[in-house]
């Protein structure tokens, strides 16, 4: 049995898909972009801002599932142009501890939605 994650302090989904998915005790997270929850409008004044709200973004669907960044096991990131990827390292690894940071993937794509420059889903265990 599969339970739908929705909150309203990350960005409603623009197409037919939910925040996350909740099965057996695992937590599996769409893929998350700039977008503040609050306004509507994408976050895109620097890499760094934009990497934080996508961060944010996922926060608030852990949160929503009862879960934090210690639980995830996975995450996915999604880049437009790899030079960016110090920046975006440095944003997305302050929400981790070292020690128990999830397995990763890092992959430069031709296109993301809405011309965004960074997108990131996530997989956390219960």
């Known amino acids: 049995m599969k339970t739908i994650i929705t909150t309203s302090k990350a960005p409603a989904?623009?197409?037919?898909?939910?925040?996350?998915?909740?099965v057996n005790g695992m937590l599996f997270t769409s893929g998350q972009i700039a977008f503040d929850p609050a306004t509507g409008n994408l976050i895109l004044e620097d890499?760094?801002?934009e990497t934080k709200q996508v961060m944010e973004n996922l926060k608030a669907v852990l949160a929503e599932a009862?879960?934090?960044?210690?639980?995830?096991?996975?995450?996915s990131i999604f880049i437009a142009d790899?030079?960016?990827?110090?920046?975006?390292?440095?944003?997305?690894?302050?929400?981790?501890?070292?020690?128990t940071a999830p397995a990763r993937e890092?992959?430069?794509?031709?296109?993301?939605?809405?011309?965004?420059?960074?997108?990131?889903?996530?997989?956390a265990v219960k």
């Open 82 to 99: 790899m030079n960016d990827f110090a920046k975006i390292n440095e944003i997305y690894g302050a929400y981790f501890n070292d020690e």
């Open 106 to 123: 890092t992959v430069q794509v031709a296109c993301l939605p809405k011309n965004v420059n960074v997108e990131i889903s996530m997989i």
């Open 47 to 49: 890499i760094q801002s």
């Open 13 to 22: 989904p623009i197409g037919p898909y939910n925040q996350a998915v909740l």
């Open 66 to 75: 009862e879960l934090t960044f210690e639980n995830v096991v996975k995450t």
